[in-house]
């Protein structure tokens, strides 16, 4: 059974520090995906990244970037220089391929940010 | 460039009574997906679609849940005799495959209450 696992609930931070929101994943395949999603308040779900298990780089798109490691099965991301516009609730979720064409998203519990001015 | 609409946003009903919920993905995906979410939680699958076919429901989708996808386009969500832990919000979600994985485009959910 796939799980994914975000530790931390709630996060507060004054705007322009840097924070990282933690994700640990649980899965018995070998091909996996794994993806970040922000919520703001209006409720919508916005696609931030996805990776795939055989890409291990690290990613860099703006102040958002992402660090994957299998050794420890985490995929962990940071906001570098915070803005209350990035107050939001963020969801890890892994996608895996059982039965060849399943690719329905577990997603964590979220992790609560809020930038304070 | 219209994103995935869902109708109504948000609905209050009293318990045993049937609602019904639509999604219109984004033009020309064919994958329609239907999620749970509720308060302090991640959204939880509960059935995906590939054109018409429905090709998986999740535990969670008692007897009491009806979904369709008659044209490949639009898609319905029914819950039958409606009970108070059926309240939550209801996100669709459209994708198109390529070669490699797709994200999916989530709509902006349908609240329901059941009181």
């Known amino acids: 059974a796939q799980k994914v696992t975000q530790a931390q609930t709630e996060i507060s931070v004054v705007e322009k520090e840097d924070v990282t929101l933690d994700c640990v994943y649980e899965?018995?395949?070998?091909?996996?995906?794994l993806f970040w999603y922000k919520q703001p308040p209006s409720g919508e779900l916005v696609f931030l990244i996805r990776?795939?298990?055989?890409?291990?780089q690290n990613e860099i798109s703006g102040r958002y970037s992402w660090n994957f490691q299998k050794s420890t099965s985490s995929f962990n991301f940071t906001i570098t220089a915070s803005q209350v516009v990035d107050s939001a609730v963020y969801f890890c979720a892994l996608s895996d391929f059982s039965g060849g064409i399943n690719y329905k998203l577990t997603f964590g519990k979220g992790t609560l940010l809020t930038v304070n001015p | 460039d219209t994103g995935v609409s869902q109708d109504p946003r948000h609905k209050i009903t009293k318990r045993g009574q049937n609602v019904t919920f639509r999604c219109d993905p984004i033009?020309?995906?064919?994958?329609l997906y239907w999620y749970r979410q509720t308060l302090g939680q991640g959204p939880e699958f509960l059935t995906y679609f590939q054109n018409e076919a429905q090709l998986e429901k999740s535990r969670l989708l008692s007897d009491r849940f009806s979904a369709e996808r008659p044209k490949g386009s639009f898609s319905t969500l029914e819950i039958q005799r409606t009970e108070q832990g059926d309240s939550a919000m209801y996100l669709c979600?459209?994708?198109?495959?390529?070669?490699?994985?797709?994200?999916?485009?989530f709509g902006p959910g349908t609240r329901l209450t059941v009181t």
């Open positions: 990776r795939n298990s055989f890409d291990e």
């Open positions: 979600a459209s994708s198109l495959p390529r070669d490699t994985l797709y994200e999916q485009y």
């Open positions: 899965t018995r395949d070998t091909t996996y995906y």
């Open positions: 033009s020309e995906h064919n994958r």
